[in-house]
T-cell receptor, first 112, second 110 residues
């Protein structure tokens, strides 16, 4: 069974630029999560989708971050404009409802 | 948000030794998860616990869901060099939103 796929694996941008990350969850997993992981810390939830609807986006900085899952499968996370403090690993995870989450390899973002 | 206290923060052990780490929360959870994260990779699920008192093994790893439902424990027996990494606990009281601990960094000295 294929795992959670993410791209790109690495991205370097300058502050004020825009960036987008893509996630393809495990087939059949209705729940999809985006996390931000800053070096030395545990993952912090940004947004959770159930199919194509948002379940929780309370910790998403909505002035600059946006995410969508239009067809209930793939998802994109966008940052516009990026700030230096956005440098982190962005992890996508998926799960069956109420069950354990499986993570992708992450996208490492460096904002200069 | 919910705070999970994970301890110890780091461990340095000799190969072959057993390892114990734990995670505590300020509120009751109904699901506990344990992950291992290698450098440059996403967290990999090790063990999932769904019932208070549950004791589950995965090879040399054993995890327990505390009776109070506010804590969980992970033990690694006979550690080997490939056990090196950061171990995260995660808990949920809804089965949806999970809160993560700050991680335990494990170093195994050959």
């Amino acid at each position: 069974e294929a795992g959670v796929a993410q791209s790109p694996r690495y991205k370097i941008i300058e502050k004020r630029q825009s960036v987008a990350f893509w996630c393809n969850p495990i087939s059949g997993h209705a729940t999809l999560y985006w996390y931000q992981q800053i070096l030395g810390q545990g993952p912090k939830l940004l947004i959770q989708f159930q199919n194509n609807g948002v379940v929780d986006d309370s910790q998403l900085p909505k002035d600059r971050f946006s995410a969508e899952r239009l067809k209930g499968v793939d998802s994109t996370l966008k940052i516009q404009p990026a700030k230096l403090e956005d440098s982190a690993v962005y992890l996508c995870a998926s799960s069956l409802a109420g069950m354990a989450q499986y993570f992708g390899p992450g996208t490492r973002l460096l904002v200069l | 948000g919910q705070q999970l206290n994970q301890s110890p923060q780091s461990m340095f052990i000799q190969e072959g030794e057993d390892v114990s780490m734990n995670c505590t929360s300020s509120s009751i959870f109904n699901t506990w998860l344990w992950y291992k994260q290698d450098p440059g990779e996403g967290p990999v699920l090790l063990i999932a616990l769904y019932k208070a008192g549950e004791l589950t093994s995965n090879g040399r790893l054993t995890a327990q869901f505390g009776i109070t439902r506010k804590d969980s424990f992970l033990n690694i027996s006979a550690s080997i060099p490939s056990d090196v990494g950061i171990y995260f606990c995660a808990g949920s009281n809804t089965g949806n939103q999970f809160y993560f601990g700050t991680g335990t960094s494990l170093t195994v000295i050959p």
